[in-house]
Every structure is written in C-alpha cells, then in structure tokens.
C-alpha cells in the first residue's frame, strides 16, 4: 500500500542549530501539506503545496522557517535557527489534487531541541 | 476561519455505537465536514467527509444536521482500536484543512 514517506523519523538538534525534514509523498499526489503538532495538541497547518506552488503558508514562521518542492514531488522543511519552542512533530500529508477531501498523512518526524 | 467546537473526551463501552458530535455554527456554503482521527503515535487517518446529505463508509457514518450547524459521526461497534483522538475540519475540498483540539475517544473492554 501506498504511504507518504518522512525522514528522519526522530531529530535532536541544539538551539541555534539548523534542522531538516523531508517529505516524500504518495506518487501522483499533487496537493502536499506540512504540519506541526505540539504534544496535546491537534496538528497545525504550516504550508500547503499545489505541485511545485505553494497554496498556503499564513501560518508558516517565515523568518525561521522555510518549505520547498522545487519539482513537485518531495518536499523539504527547513528551521534555522531552531528553537526551543520548535520541538514537536512534524507531519507531512498529501492529497491526489485539489477537491479531492482525502488526505494521506506519513508518521511524522519528531523533533527535540535542546 | 470556520470554526468547529468538540467535547475534550468522551468514553464508550466496546461494541457499542458512539456518537461524537461537532458543532460549527459559522460553517460555509462551500465548506465540507470532514473527520479525521489520530491513533496513539501515528499521523492522522481520514474518517470521512460530507456537505449536506448523510454519508455512511467502511469505517462511520456521518449525519449532517439540515442547518449545517452540527454533524455527528457514528461508529457503529466501537472497537479498542478505535480509541483515538477524532477531528472535525471544515473546510472548502482539501483546501487548507485545519485541525482543533479534537475529541478524545477511550473505549472501555
């Protein structure tokens, strides 16, 4: 069966330091969000992708922050510098196109900044 | 923003049917229901989804009241693996989906 594939599944990183995830969607998918989700609470949107444009990114901490998917497909989120308010899991979920309600989330990467 | 408001927690015996309710007042013309869920240390899974007519799945049932104020999902037979976290999102197809605080399901043996 199909999944969306995340990397690395844990991350510690230091304060200050840069930090990366990856995401590598369901093939054919078009629509690609990231979230994060802090312990106890529901997953925030940060970025929503449509192929290579992004959709949606109001919630994204831009100066800090930073997503990308240069051809469409995968998908990188970077933080520098990490905070300590950053640790959290990050989700990453994909969708067939726009107007298709079914979204595919992968396991998420958790991230601890100490 | 639509908003949704759900219950923090609710409980079920196995087997029997749960109802989890979610009200949106301020719901849109354009907006969908959707349901998620979350399983302990897992990414959400999708439920099920509906604009104006109840839908039924695989997995729930969803009752959409005429107002479009309300919407319910039934599970039919709670299970322990149904024990999660359940969201209600509004939102217009797939287009900035949203997630709240969400339900949290236990389901007790």
């Known amino acids: 069966e199909a999944e969306v594939a995340q990397s690395p599944r844990y991350k510690i990183t230091e304060k200050s330091q840069a930090v990366a995830f990856w995401c590598d969607p369901i093939?054919?998918?078009?629509?690609l969000y990231w979230y994060r989700q802090i312990l106890g609470q529901g997953p925030e949107l940060l970025v929503q992708?449509?192929?290579?444009?992004?959709?949606?990114d109001s919630q994204l901490p831009k100066d800090r922050f930073s997503a990308e998917r240069l051809k469409g497909v995968d998908s990188t989120l970077k933080i520098q510098p990490a905070e300590l308010g950053d640790s959290a899991m990050y989700l990453c979920?994909?969708?067939?196109?726009?107007?298709?309600?079914?979204?595919?989330f992968g396991q998420g990467t958790r991230l601890t900044v100490v | 923003d639509a908003k949704t408001t759900q219950p923090n927690s609710m409980e079920s015996n196995e087997e029997e049917p749960v109802h989890l309710p979610c009200n949106h007042s301020?719901?849109?013309?354009?907006?969908?229901i959707h349901w998620y869920r979350q399983l302990p240390s897992q990414g959400p899974e999708y439920v099920i989804h509906?604009?104006?007519s109840n839908v039924n799945n695989r997995m729930a049932s969803l009752a959409i009241a005429e107002d479009r104020k309300s919407s319910t999902l039934i599970l039919h037979r709670a299970t322990l693996r149904d024990a999660a976290v359940y969201y209600c999102?509004?939102?217009?197809?797939?287009?900035?989906?949203?997630f709240g605080a969400g339900t949290r399901l236990t389901v007790k043996p």
């Open positions: 979920a994909s969708s067939p196109s726009w107007g298709v309600p079914e979204a595919f």
């Open positions: 509906g604009l104006t």
């Open positions: 093939s054919g998918h078009a629509t």
């Open positions: 301020t719901i849109s013309g354009t907006d969908y």
């Open positions: 999102i509004l939102a217009y197809n797939n287009n900035d989906m949203r």
């Open positions: 992708f449509q192929d290579e444009s992004v959709v949606d």
